[in-house]
């Protein structure tokens, strides 16, 4: 069974960090597609941010280039991506979810719907 599991979601003011992680299980993530996505309230859901697992590729969204890092511990014993967000704005509060997509494609990994395993959301509510 197919499990992703986000944390490290909270409050914080204007320009302050996050960090959130993500830890994924019963899937092999090696060469997939791993994204970060946010929906805000009353807004549809968005991609932030996406790596190839174990590869050099990755993408971000305009919004968050420069302010926001993904990254990965491939190590033998996890499996885990991280959202390192810094100078966060308060409209960069929402629900960010961690996803799980197909083998590496390159602008098919920006796409929502090509992510088949989701997990329930961490929330970031930022404060002026």
């Known amino acids: 069974q197919v499990y992703l599991a986000e944390s490290g979601g909270g409050s914080v003011q204007a320009g302050g960090s996050l960090k959130l992680s993500c830890t994924v299980s019963?899937?092999?993530?090696?060469?997939?597609?791993m994204g970060w996505f946010r929906q805000a309230p009353g807004k549809g859901r968005e991609g932030v941010a996406g790596i190839e697992f174990l590869g050099d590729s990755s993408w971000y969204a305009d919004s968050v280039k420069g302010r926001f890092i993904m990254s990965q511990d491939n190590t033998k014993t996890k499996n885990m991506v991280y959202l390192q967000m810094d100078s966060l704005k308060v409209e960069d509060t929402a629900m960010y979810y961690c996803?799980?997509?197909?083998?590496?494609?390159?602008?098919?990994?920006?796409?929502?719907?090509?992510?088949?395993?989701w997990g329930p959301g961490t929330p970031v509510t930022v404060s002026s």
């Open positions: 996803a799980a997509g197909p083998s590496w494609s390159g602008a098919l990994c920006r796409a929502e719907k090509e992510y088949m395993f």
């Open positions: 019963g899937v092999t993530l090696s060469k997939r597609c």
